[in-house]
């Protein structure tokens, strides 16, 4: 896959051109060019590429903010930290676009970073790109580009302090177990350096000549007196780089990283940091975050700004396509299945009819007797079927009984203290023919003696639900009757 990255380094664009394959990631082309005059760029992307175009937002235009969340599975993440976000965020959500950045896990909790973007800036972005003919698959964010390059660059590194000097601003990154922890942005680059150059030699020299001259300077060899706006500049920036670089992680000492413009003068990132990692190319540091944003969007977990009205047009037309062809695969499946179901319909009714008129010979009404009898030579109950009536049916017979309904409305209904269901016998495992056998047992109590007496006799008779020829069982209690009775099991099933 080929994967452009794009950086809008004012007044520069810079773009990088990767493709990722089973040979690993290798880059292709490094372009940069004015942005009044992006023609070299533009030879990119404008001859039918298809590959992904990806940009990132300026450290000044977003907010970092770190979340811990625990005992949240893997699917819900998401949601939650969104759920959080609201909750812990001042400003107005119409205002805003938060996005998660997933880190590990650390003792049963997700880490994850909330970055949270001006939808102005947002705007603003992408109507730049608009202008160089670019409408971008994804919108990350600078620092994060620049750790994707540090761990493409330096595998063996987990933890460094990245310092990136664009033309107007210098960005200063902490990264942690290789991902993004802390960025910062200073209003400080390249261009203000050769402008505070310039403020002391404009006597001397003309605009367009300073940055030649400027490349002429070793700055450690610099002379405050002749050089006095760019000595204060370049100390602003130092003191300033210093004051991060403390605030990001307290007397710990890490490897620095310095990409950017670092050729603008001599010996620049060594005046700024005296000691850095020094096993890349001038390119590779001055387009270290055009290629750290191609190199993102190989990342599964790569950060994604373009979401709801953002969401590229272009994407909007490829998920189309995506649907429609999904929709007439289902479609077509759905046609394939319809006709299949009504074809093997068809041969099963054939079959029974063949296997109708095969089945010997007389009469319909004498094969249909002669099914009956071959049904009932084969007749076995599932031993797994219920067969005796459930609670439900019993407590229903019980509330319809004839004599029960009678009683009731002569004023002297059953009064139920107590029913209790019992499955006696069951088929198990060892032995599946053994019958199925329930009994209830009923506490109760009339006013009349006599009608208790009566409710004895019918039991005894029997009906759809007692069977009479099995133990009935009655007993008198000091305030009330007790019996006991089994159920008659249900006809079989025939299979």
Known sequence: MRIIGVYLDYPFVRASLIITGRRGIEVLALKSAPLHAPADVKQLYMKNFTGRIASGLSARDFLIRSLELKTVTGKHVEQAIAFQAEATSHFNPGEIITVPLLGGKKDKAVEALLITASKEALKHHLAELAKLGIDPDAVSIVPSALCHFARWKFPNIADAFILNLGS??????????????????IAVGAETLIAALFEDRKKVLLRKEIEGAAKQIDLLLLKPGLNPHLTT??????????????????????????????????????????????????????FAVPIGLALEQNDPNS?????????????????????????????????????FALWSSHCKKKEMIDSFQLAGKGSVE????????SIETHNKEYPYILQ?????????????????ERLRKEDDPIDLREVRYELVKFPKIESLQEPYLAKVEIEFRFKNAMNARKFHE??????????????????????????????????????
Not at 306 to 320: C, L, S
Not at 388 to 399: D, G, I, N, T, Y
Not at 462 to 472: M, N
């Open 366 to 373: 004498q094969r249909i007797d002669n099914w009956i009898a």
């Open 458 to 495: 019918a039991l005894r008779e029997g009906d759809s639900h007692v069977d009479a020829k099995r133990e009935i069982t009655w007993e008198s209690l000091s305030d009330g009757y007790r019996t006991s009775f089994f159920l008659k099991n249900r006809s079989p099933y025939v299979l």
């Open 233 to 286: 500049a370049l100390a602003d920036l130092r003191r300033e780089i210093g004051k991060i670089f403390y605030s990001f992680a307290r007397e710990e000492k890490k490897p620095v990283i310095i990409t950017g413009r670092t050729d603008a003068f001599i010996h620049l990132k060594e005046f700024l940091v005296e000691e850095s990692e020094n096993s890349m190319t001038l390119e590779e540091r001055a």
């Open 303 to 339: 950060l994604q700004l373009r979401r709801a009205e953002f969401f590229p047009q272009r994407n909007w037309g490829r998920m189309g396509i995506y649907a429609s062809a999904l929709l007439a695969v289902s479609f077509a499946l759905s046609i394939f299945l319809f006709v």
């Open 168 to 185: 107007h601003e210098t960005t200063c990154v902490w990264m942690e177990n290789g991902r993004l922890k802390r960025a910062h942005a």
């Open 388 to 404: 005796v009536p459930k609670v439900a049916e019993v407590l229903s017979w019980l509330s319809t009984h004839p004599l029960l």
